[in-house]
């Protein structure tokens, strides 16, 4: 059974308890599904009745990519079983309610599958989510394309495995969608939606990716509070007050119907929709997969009533969307955490993903809570011998500028008299709609804020020890701040050679695929704060200077060699030879046509006598 979010609705005594209402109908400890009580306008695309029939569940024309009336699929990676040699995945669709519930057969070039029979997750309005369980044999030493068809009917589609022997490939992105501050100008500048888009799905189709690791922002939810249905709670002035207003049934509704919503608008109406049918996801969270610096607020925020029960609508929706599971099948799924939604897969033999939840624990005081850190620990020591690197997915890099520098920076600008000021290419108001400094959740929302310094330092240290004791890479992937760069942790002792040294361990940061990248005088600022710094008396940490040409060949803006404030996205390939993994950046081009790549090479660890 999966972890509930209060002790009222599940304890080790007596299990799940029945869900319990208050007066206004809202479930006390997380969301209730409620049948529809948010209705909108057929020609309303924020509204579930302006994407499909309220009567029967068809998809509306603009949503509607199969002729059976059946939205998705959705393939996800779920992992690799080394005992058996099989690859295990799912695919999601959603289904008019009063459809018999599908199936899937595969193909592999040699034998066509039984029937893979379907779960039903969840419903809502007229529609049903359903999950089918796949698996795939895997090769000795050849990788192979698998065909599929759902319903064994309609379009054929295929995803690539790779063999026993043979090398993993997999590709990395992050903040898939446009800040709201972003303008159709802005939009247009950059080439639109799908420049970085069409360059992986190309890629994709020369040589296959095995995966793609959604790195967060898979969505951008922070329209939710566009709703004039918040009005009233925001005018509340005492914010214990407000802490403390219910979380209505209206509230309940609208948010039930536009995580729905905007779920099925960007993910199956989309280039990402496309790429979904045929390179498997693995998704980590962030913020605006639930609303802009959830996790970073003052607790009287974090802990109101809205704010509690808001989230959980979101994560009600994530856990559909992008793990294609439900908050009683998490646990069975492969999902850990103390309250959140971790999880570690084995991207074959010689390389593991973790990929922590930083948001569902989230808060001032905290990125993941210590039950959480154990799990992982205890995951990592039962790791199989033949493991050479761990690759963590973090939503926010770990080696990252000190932001206390651009803090002063901004304060700075803040003087001149501007009233709007970007952070991380974020541009909004000095204060809130919550009536909070607007730089704060974006200042605490990273690794290197002051009040998760310690967090880190220990989190590192751990897995330093982890490296240390079995003889693996550990590497950072991160995205959120709308550029790209390269960075590592590394031992202080000089004469320690990056192979031999366990503290070795590299940050890959990659951002944005879509959101349109920081202006450069932000860049230059947090550049300029990219110095050597000490994690402890062992270890230091730099940011590499990656870029020292630009895409066009020439030196970057302002000579910003470490942060390129371009789209991206980056890949992975093992080299089963050397055993290092091979990491590319891969940059969009000035003219707004393909992408330009940037090399780095992660070396496996051979840890030998080192200090």
Known sequence: MDFPVSSRQFD??????PVEYDSDGIPRGGPANYPGLYMGAAGDQDSYEGNFDAQTGEPRAHLRRRADGIVGPALMFVDTDLQTATWRGSVLVLTPRAYPPPSVVLNDGSTTSAPFPAVLLDTYKMTAFYRMDIEVRLEVAREKRVEYRVNNTGPTYRFSVPGQTTPWRFAFWSCNGWSLSVGDKEKAELGGDNVVWDDLLRKHEAVPFHVQVCGGDQLYADKIWQSELWKPWLKIKDKYVRRDSPFTREMAAYADDFYFTHYVKCFFASRFGDAMTTIPISTIIDDHDVWDGIGSY??????????????EYAFKYWRLFQAHTNQQLARQHGYFGAHGYSWLKQFGPHTVALGPDTRYERSLSQVIAPPTYDMIFERLARLPASVRHVVVFLGVPIVYPRLTY????????????????????????LVNIWGEPELSDDMNDHWTSEVHLDERRQFVQRLQEFARRQNVRVTFVGGDVHCCGAGRFASAHPAVPAERDFRFMPQIISSAIMNVPPPNLVIRAVHLSAKTYDLDRSTDEVMYKLFERDVNGKAPPNNNTKLLARRNFSSYVEDLGSGELIVNIHVQNDTNQGTTAYLVKVPALNVGNAV
């Open 12 to 17: 080790e005594t007596h299990g799940v308890h």
């Open 298 to 311: 003052p607790d009287y925020l974090q802990f109101s009533q809205v704010f509690v029960q808001l989230k």
């Open 406 to 429: 651009i803090e002063k920076a901004l304060a700075g600008l803040k003087s001149t008299g501007l009233t709007k000021l970007g952070f991380i290419s974020k541009q909004r108001a």
